[in-house]
């Protein structure tokens, strides 16, 4: 069946220079994300990740590569072209408080969204606040507050209404709830479930917790060092884990069975991941991997199916 | 789904919460600011319309009450060579907002274009600059301000100069770090996802976030630069005799301290009650556009 992806990512690279060295924080990526689902994107941080998110928004610039959105190919549109596009894509940010102007109350800052976007009357903007408010959840007298004045849990909702003020089709959520508590990441994420039912919203979920992912996501991507290592729906990637890492990573979710018996001693990564700057010859996991043989040390892998929506990129597939 | 919303952290009804507003009602809640804020605003229409309210000229010369102690005629006496005391404060006054003004604008100035050539610019730009602010920080500005009234010479222009150029490390930095903390940060990063334009940017999450730590900075430019006028006054490096100034009225007293006290008592405390005025409005002023000072 031909399918007409919202997004799709084609060979990104995205590399920083930092004091005249290359940081290779993206290598390769491609992938594509149908209208209406969630994509997660998990790695360690240092894995590109966050990166990703922003070139696909393109606040950042590709190196290379192709970035497609909504049929539109958006990878040198001038900034003039992307402002009004970025009305279908939005972000929601980690640290909501960071994100906002500190002098502007949560009113403003919603009605400032829509005023870029020259959408509606004053009155019908401020109407509009009122209700996104009502929508995440939170008391329409918040618009008079400022940011310092609510909670971390109440900001990323502010987060939320902000970014849904345009109406947009997209919205990457940076580790939206890494910076909550517990009790209310749950309820921040059933808020972004509800909000994609309703609203048929196409979410790139960017986190470093596999449960959170696991628990939202249709497709995942594990990132590794700049470079996707597995990509599999959600299902098969935490049924079946193909790669060495997507293994280890999966194996280090805290989970206690009730069954003492049962317990199973926790293994984690050895060693750190390697410095962006200089990534390992070969397979950039060789040096953590387990399984690591001559091949890993010197052959860079390639992205093998695993089965027919199943990718992962390992010599020892196959 | 029930969402309960924290009723620890009740959120007053407020409808008027502009900036400047905000700032305002914190500003006039400090005693001190106000009363500060009164007695600049007094300075300045001194300095405005000195010379029109003068009894005498600067240069008239009360030959016949030399040394007069305050009457009548001198309300606060006449000096050595006589010489209205009152005229030569309106006068002082005049000159000291005209130079400590006109210094603090030239410091702002360079400040303002190296601050934000290193912090837009970056690398050796950026490297050279600052190293330019450790040197300015590391020996008195004073002492800069004492070589160069010295290489430009006398008068109300080069004293703005000599006063005006070794204040650019203060601003430079503050611009320079302001610059740095608002490229990178991610209230930006958000402005630009939301697609707002540079200039929306700038006018609208910028400048609104950075307006109040200048203005505080200037605010203390302003009293520091008139201490340093009067400090190159009273080391002879001010503007000439016949033009007065607060510096040359207080090394003039002190040497007549002994049988003329008028001659100290009312230029040194009208300037030293402008300093702390214009520190108390400054301070006033920092805790004002503190956007989480309290209500």
Redesign the interface.
């Known amino acids: 069946m031909p399918t007409n992806p919202l997004v799709k990512v084609e060979n990104v690279s995205k590399r920083f220079r930092v004091r005249g060295r290359e940081l290779h924080a993206v290598s390769n990526v491609s992938f594509e994300i149908e209208a209406g689902k969630t994509f997660g994107l998990v790695g360690e941080s240092g894995s590109g990740k966050s990166t990703l998110g922003r070139l696909v928004?393109r606040?950042l610039d590709a190196n290379e590569g192709r970035i497609t959105f909504n049929g539109k190919d958006i990878t040198n549109l001038p900034n003039r072209q992307l402002?009004?596009?970025?009305?279908e894509m939005?972000?929601i940010?980690q640290?909501p408080q960071?994100?906002?102007?500190?002098?502007?109350?949560i009113g403003r800052a919603i009605e400032?969204?829509m005023e870029?976007?020259k959408i509606g009357t004053k009155q019908s903007r401020r109407k509009r606040v009122d209700e996104l408010l009502e929508r995440v959840?939170?008391?329409s007298?918040?618009k008079?507050?400022?940011p310092?004045?609510?909670?971390g849990?109440?900001l990323q909702r502010i987060g939320i209404a902000?970014a849904l003020s345009?109406n947009p089709k997209l919205i990457v959520c940076d580790e939206p709830v890494s910076a909550l508590d517990v009790s209310i990441q749950v309820?921040v994420i059933?808020?972004l479930q509800?909000l994609q039912r309703d609203l048929n919203l196409t979410y790139i979920f960017i986190a470093h917790n596999l449960a959170v992912v696991e628990y939202l996501s249709d497709e995942i991507a594990v990132l590794y060092l700049g470079e996707v290592v597995e990509q599999a729906p959600a299902e098969k990637l935490f049924k079946n884990p193909s790669h060495p890492y997507t293994q280890v990573l999966l194996q280090s979710i805290l989970k206690i069975p009730e069954d003492p018996s049962s317990r199973q001693k926790m293994t984690h990564i050895q060693g750190e991941i390697p410095s962006p700057f200089n990534p390992p010859s070969g397979c950039t996991f060789h040096p953590r991997c387990p399984f690591a043989t001559d091949v890993c040390r010197t052959q860079k892998p390639v992205a093998k199916h695993v089965d027919d929506d199943h990718k992962a990129t390992c010599h020892l597939i196959g | 789904?029930a969402?309960a919303?924290?009723q620890t952290?009740p959120?007053?009804?407020?409808?008027n919460?502009s900036?400047f507003y905000q700032s305002w009602k914190r500003f006039r809640k400090n005693y001190f600011a106000v009363g500060g804020l009164v007695w600049v605003a007094i300075f300045f229409i001194i300095g405005i319309i000195g010379p029109w309210i003068a009894p005498y000229s600067y240069t008239d010369a009360d030959f016949l009450a030399m040394h007069a102690p305050p009457s009548a005629h001198h309300i606060f006496g006449t000096d050595q060579v006589g010489y209205d005391q009152f005229t030569q404060i309106l006068y002082s006054v005049r000159y000291a907002l005209e130079i400590a003004l006109g210094a603090t604008c030239v410091s702002f100035i360079i400040g303002i274009v190296l601050g934000l050539w290193a912090g837009l610019a970056g690398g050796i730009a950026d490297m050279l600059i600052m190293r330019g602010v450790d040197f300015m920080f590391a020996l008195p500005s004073f002492f800069f301000a004492l070589i160069l009234s010295v290489l430009l010479g006398k008068g109300l222009f080069p004293m703005i100069l000599a006063i005006g150029v070794p204040g650019w490390a203060g601003y430079a930095r503050l611009i320079r770090s302001l610059v740095l903390s608002m490229r990178n940060?991610?209230?930006v990063?958000?402005a630009?996802?939301?697609?707002?334009?540079q200039t929306?940017i700038a006018a609208?999450?910028m400048f609104?976030?950075v307006v109040g730590s200048m203005v505080v900075s200037l605010a203390f430019g302003i009293p520091a630069d008139l201490t340093a006028q009067a400090g190159l006054s009273i080391v002879g490096m001010g503007l000439n005799p016949p033009m007065p100034s607060f510096g040359n009225m207080l090394a003039n007293a002190s040497s007549n301290i002994l049988g003329f006290p008028w001659l100290l008592y009312f230029p040194a405390s009208i300037f030293a009650i402008t300093l702390l005025a214009f520190l108390f409005v400054a301070d006033g002023l920092q805790e004002a556009f503190n956007?989480?000072g309290g209500m």
């Open positions: 928004l606040l402002r009004p596009l970025r009305q939005q972000i940010f640290d960071a994100s906002m102007s500190p002098r502007m109350t400032d969204a870029i976007h959840g939170l008391p007298f918040v008079y507050a400022f310092h004045e609510l909670s849990g109440q902000r345009l309820q059933h808020l509800e | 789904m969402i919303v924290s952290r959120v007053a009804v407020k409808k919460r900036q940060g991610e209230m990063e958000a630009r996802a939301l697609g707002a334009s929306h609208r999450y609104p976030n956007p989480r």
